[in-house]
């Protein structure tokens, strides 16, 4: 394995440092960090100090959460839906106001690079935009009844208390594209956030609380439970949760989906992901590599849409390598709060061991490390896990490359024809994203058709990750099947009433079935 010095462009900041930084972001957000303190350490990535000390809630105390949330949604659900949509637009304000404290919080807590946490935050925003717009277009259809004198349309009415887990890895943009939609919708929420990205939550839920006291609503409306899989456990298997909007790994997904279904409740699953591009015979390789470099090696490989396969036509795959590997080896990897680094820390030791792990087992499937896989900055930060990203080319059909490894590792397969290139891209148990660089738009139009990519993201000439809000977000197989944020995404918040109204004076029957007393 090769490995190169990094460069960062200053020291890592001291554990001190990184603490008073992340309490203060945190209370400028109206976190009320005095409430919440308790003896459960929080630690950055960023350094492995130690930055929060708070309590967990007792999977007993979900109960009375889900039963205010329910009590609160009997008023809640009253509220017009542009009078809700009005918290979500004075939410929005205290966003951009505190966009750069929840972004810093972002950045010490799950070690992201100022741009990407500055862009976390600015989601929040786009959703919030999408959710006002929506809260005056919650409409149905009328359709054309077969009865005379009939009227027959279609309702949407809120849903209830919807319960929200989310990752670490996108510790509040995912919780938000969930409660926004559902605050127009009608639905109170209840947040489980990830156990490592706790001030986040608490920083991210005061802004919201505000908008709420500053309306003059319940606070129920939005509550938020510190704590670890056995808090979302809780919360997955109340009754009183009409919807369970889990995100993380699929293995979380295979405990939640059957817990939830089994009680007749709705899931909306966001699971791993397994992402590929394909790159065609007349790809821009400037282009392709450019968008393989941000979605393989940014936010350190720790996305859901993080780039792990790329598929190479054998007659670019040498030149592509080439040009990958030349950009990897200058990725400034090092203090993601610093200017100029792209490429933050992973977030513990096991992500570190899980790195190492599949590195290994790469190697021993016949996969040859181009460049990168050592541990950097170690020195500097002995409790910290930085990691130059690793380019790996391996055999085609090499079973290592069907499981995701949340770290920035980068696997190479290559191709001769394009059916073989999509039985690649579509070989692995998940579906989330997918893209092909191409020049040409009949390879495109394939790619993007019913025998093309399996995937619920499909690009063309832009990587996996970096997804709009206004579109839906989710994906197919393992990644559990969900959407999130935009397009039509807001009827998993809502139930339908398919209602007839008779003002005929008749009673006809539908199917001319007659019936006479
Ligand atoms: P994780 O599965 O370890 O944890 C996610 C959340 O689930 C946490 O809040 C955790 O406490 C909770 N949890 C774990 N087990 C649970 C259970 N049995 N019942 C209820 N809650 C439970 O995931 P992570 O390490 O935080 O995040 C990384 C994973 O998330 C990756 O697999 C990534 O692909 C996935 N992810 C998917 C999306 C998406 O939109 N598809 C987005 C972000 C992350």
Redesign the pocket.
């Known amino acids: 394995m090769t490995t190169t010095a990094p460069p960062t462009s200053r020291a890592l900041p001291g554990p001190e440092e990184v603490a008073d930084l992340a309490r203060s972001a945190a209370q400028a957000c109206g976190a009320d960090l005095p409430a919440h303190q308790g003896d459960r350490e929080g630690r950055s990535p960023v350094n492995g100090a130690v930055i929060s000390r708070l309590a967990w809630t007792s999977p007993e105390d979900v109960d009375a959460a889900v039963e205010a949330a329910r009590a609160a949604y009997l008023g809640w659900r009253t509220v017009p839906a542009p009078a809700r949509g009005a918290v979500v637009k004075r939410w929005a304000q205290l966003l951009v106001e505190h966009q750069v404290d929840l972004a810093t919080l972002v950045t010490l807590e799950a070690g992201k690079v100022t741009s990407e946490a500055l862009g976390e935050v600015q989601e929040m925003i786009d959703i919030c935009d999408l959710a006002v717009g929506l809260s005056r277009q919650l409409f149905g259809r009328t359709i054309a009844s077969e009865r005379p004198g009939h009227r027959l349309m279609e309702t949407w009415h809120p849903l209830g208390v919807v319960g929200v ?6 510790p509040v943009a ?1 919780w938000s594209w969930n409660t926004a939609l559902a605050l127009v919708c009608g639905d109170p929420v209840v947040w ?5 990205t706790p001030l986040c939550a608490l920083a991210a839920h005061g802004l919201l609380q505000r908008a709420l006291e500053e309306g003059g609503y319940d606070a129920s409306v939005a509550q938020v439970l510190l704590g ?2 056995e808090v ?2 809780a919360l ?1 298997a109340h009754p009183g949760v009409a919807l369970v909007s ?7 997904g295979r ?2 989906g059957p817990v939830v279904a089994a009680r007749f409740g709705r899931s909306l699953l ?4 397994n992402n590929a591009a394909v790159v065609a015979p007349s790809a821009d390789l400037g282009l392709a590599t450019r968008g393989i470099v941000f979605s393989a090696a940014g936010t350190a490989g720790q996305r ?1 849409t993080t780039m792990r396969r790329a598929i190479v036509h054998s007659s670019v795959v040498d030149e592509l390598v080439e040009r990958v590997a030349a950009a990897y080896r200058n990725l400034p990897v090092g203090d993601p709060s610093a200017d100029g680094t792209l490429v933050g820390p992973l977030l513990d030791r096991r992500s570190f061991d899980a790195f190492t792990a599949a590195l290994g087992a790469a190697v021993e499937a016949g996969g040859e490390v181009v460049v990168g896989g050592g541990r950097e900055l170690t020195e500097a930060a002995p409790d910290a896990y930085y990691v130059r990203p690793a380019v790996v080319r391996m055999p085609a059909q090499a079973e290592v490359v069907h499981t ?1 490894t ?1 770290a920035p590792i980068l696997y190479v397969l290559s191709y001769e024809t394009l059916e073989e290139a999509v039985a690649l891209n579509n070989a692995v148990p998940q579906g ?1 994203s997918s893209s092909i660089f191409t020049r040409d738009q009949a390879e495109a139009e394939l790619f993007c058709s019913v025998v093309g990519s399996d995937c619920g993201i499909v690009n063309v000439n832009i990587g996996t990750s970096g997804a709009e809000i206004g579109g839906a ?3 197919e197989k393992e ?1 559990g099947g969900g959407r999130e944020s935009g397009s039509d995404a807001w009827r998993a918040y809502m139930r339908r009433a398919t209602t007839t109204v008779n003002y005929s004076g008749e009673l006809p029957l539908a199917q001319g079935v007659t019936f006479e007393v």
């Open positions: 887990i989310s990752a670490f890895n996108f995912v489980k956030p990830s156990e490592r670890g899989p979302g456990e997955v889990a995100t993380g790994s699929t293995r979380m405990a939640v966001e699971l791993g992901g859901c995701e949340f989330l977000f989710g994906g990644t």
